[in-house]
């Protein structure tokens, strides 16, 4: 009898559990959408995706991807894969790298943070952010990565700042 009981009474509270658990989650997606809508408004904006730029010159293929390109940021800073079969890479990029903008800002980089030699290295080339107390990139809707001497007189990578 108390074995009844008590199945009876779990069966009434699991009933009652299941009943009320579907109320809230029919009115989920509308609480969902009006918190999503109001983090929009108030959510920062992220940057612009920048594609992976390749260039396929001579024995050694360069993919070079920007990662921070934020006006906000000290350093402008590109992650760059180099792969042959036959080329030493032991060379540093920081040398070899200028940044320019179409409104005629060139810079240097300053930094080619990876473990040099090799067939097959990948690192991030870094530049500033600010030069003379001007943003490199205010103003700008294109941006050149030019890369000399890696096993090619020049590889140009290119990418359009504007959505």
Do not use: Y
Not at 62 to 80: G, K
């Amino acid at each position: 009898m108390k074995r009844n009981i008590l199945l009876i009474t779990g069966l009434f509270f699991a009933g009652f559990l299941a009943a009320c658990g579907s109320e809230p989650a029919a009115q989920l997606p509308v609480v969902a959408a009006a918190e999503e809508a109001a983090n929009e408004s108030t959510a920062p904006k992220e940057a612009a995706v920048l594609d992976t730029a390749v260039d396929e010159q001579g024995a050694v293929t360069v993919s070079v991807t920007p990662v921070d390109l934020e006006q906000e940021v000290s350093e402008l800073a590109f992650e760059v894969v180099m792969d042959t079969h036959s080329v030493d890479l032991s060379m540093d990029l920081a040398e070899l790298a200028t940044l320019t903008t179409d409104n005629g800002r060139t810079v240097s980089a300053t930094l080619w943070d990876a473990v040099p030699g090799g067939h097959h290295v990948s690192g991030v080339l870094t530049f500033p952010a600010v030069v003379e107390g001007t943003t490199v990139l205010e103003g700008a809707s294109q941006l050149t990565l030019t890369i000399t001497n890696v096993d090619a007189p020049s590889r140009t990578f290119v990418w359009s700042l504007t959505k």
